[in-house]
């Protein structure tokens, strides 16, 4: 694995520094994001070390919060970690419940298509950021809408006995 593609401007390390917290987080995550967009070929937490002088440990802390948030995949190979693109996006519908929006979408690349569902929340400087994604395949769709109405059903049937 060479050279990476990067963004046009990218915050030298002093500047990043000078960010408050909550703001080096939000660039972070956007510029993992961009770097994961601009080369679907795969990324490793090494290349975009090299490239950006950004800390081994910040980098890969931002590419799993992107993993566990159905925002990136990641494939092991051996010692290797590679991160990838989702694939293309597209949200079919939102619900909101309290202070969260779950937001349904599907997500297509060039092995899978997949159901995504994804927890969004306001933060602190008023942007909604995914908090917790999951991403199912879509053949899976009718053996998750029965489990799902047999988890409702089971809710229901316990409700009712209180």
């Known amino acids: 694995m060479g050279k990476i593609n990067l963004p046009g401007e990218i915050l ?4 990043f520094k000078t960010l408050p917290a909550k703001e080096k987080e939000e660039y972070m995550n956007n510029l993992i994001r961009t770097l994961l967009q601009l080369n679907p070929e795969g990324i490793t937490i090494t290349q975009i070390k090299e490239a950006t002088n950004f800390t ?3 980098i890969w ?7 566990c948030t159905a925002q990136a995949n990641k494939i092991s190979r051996g010692n290797l ?3 990838y693109p989702t694939g293309s996006y597209s949200s079919l519908n939102d619900y909101k419940r309290n202070k969260a929006t779950y937001e349904v979408g599907l997500v297509k690349n060039n092995e899978n ?24 395949p879509l053949e899976l769709a009718n053996e998750l809408i029965t489990a799902l109405t047999k988890a409702k059903k089971a ?3 316990e409700k009712s006995r209180k």
């Not at 030298?12 to 500047?15: H, Q």
């Not at 159901?115 to 917790?132: A, P, T």
């Open 12 to 15: 030298n390390k002093e500047t």
């Open 113 to 136: 298509r997949l159901i995504s569902i994804r927890e969004k929340r306001e933060n602190r400087l008023g942007n909604y950021i995914v908090c917790r994604g999951v991403e199912v």
């Open 155 to 157: 809710d229901e049937k």
């Open 56 to 58: 081994y440990s910040t």
């Open 61 to 67: 802390h931002h590419l799993e919060v992107l993993n």
């Open 81 to 83: 970690d590679v991160y």
